[in-house]
């Protein structure tokens, strides 16, 4: 027979139960009602082996619950989570099931809030929105099940609002290069292109020749510094080229070369 000699406070919700064999156990107060745990009460060989086949279940499990607590969790993360309170892969499986039964732990629930929370506090398309879904473990079926309730209509104004903040640091550049920006913004956020050229048609973009030429003017400018110390006509070519690449007309460009770059 094997004697308990010792019962102390644990971390947290669990209890210490030290037995004359020399092994350490960490139960919950569940625990200790059920087995009747008591200091000087002597148990079997047997006893003790579904004792700590209990522990390992009971205290991953109250893990599990105070983990859930705070928020809604994948079943990912709450492997993961018991995993690394080093909860064994047996008990694990059991911890799952038994959130599952409780309706405490469903991926398709938590998709739908990780999806409404994105919605309406996030910057992100679909697309991105899918690819993090994945990462906290969600299969595609559940996902194709969760994304259709991102409607159109809430993806672009989304996006909207998204390409309304981006858009302040793209005032320097041509329209072309603006837009071309924005575009690429929109696509990384994970807007599909449908829905990224209705936000562009809507965005408020419109610039009068002033200000395109205020940026020609900053541009080349640029451009000039960059190049001050190369041969005349390379140097036009490149300037040419450069602010070509950054969407400015032709006849924009010669002109801004007429005017700044003399002849020698």
Known sequence: MITIIRISKGKGPFYEVDCSNGESLRVSEDLLVRFRLLKGKEVTEEELTEIK????????????????????????????????KEI????????????????LLDDRTYGESYLRTQ?????????????????????????????????????FDVGY??????????????????????SLHLMQKGFRQPVIQLILDELPTDRDDEEENAALQKEGQRL????????????KMKIKQ?????????DAIQQFLDEEVMDE
């Open 53 to 84: 086949k209990s522990s390992g279940f009971d205290i991953g499990l109250q893990q599990a619950m105070n983990y859930i607590s705070y928020q809604l969790r994948s079943e990912k993360e709450v492997r993961t989570y018991l995993k690394d």
């Open 242 to 250: 450069g602010l070509y690449q950054k969407g400015f007309a032709l």
């Open 88 to 103: 064994n892969l047996e008990d694990r499986h059991l911890v799952v099931q038994r959130l599952k039964e409780l309706n």
């Open 224 to 235: 000039l510094r960059r190049h001050q110390r190369l041969p005349l006509n390379k140097r």
């Open 119 to 155: 919605i309406r506090l996030g910057d992100k398309g679909p697309s991105v929105i899918s690819q993090q879904l994945k990462q906290k473990g969600l299969s595609e079926e559940v996902i194709q099940e969760v994304m259709p309730l991102y409607t159109e209509e809430q993806q």
């Open 161 to 182: 609002h998204t390409a309304e903040k981006a858009l302040r640091r793209f005032q320097g550049k041509s329209h072309k290069e603006m837009m071309q920006k924005l």
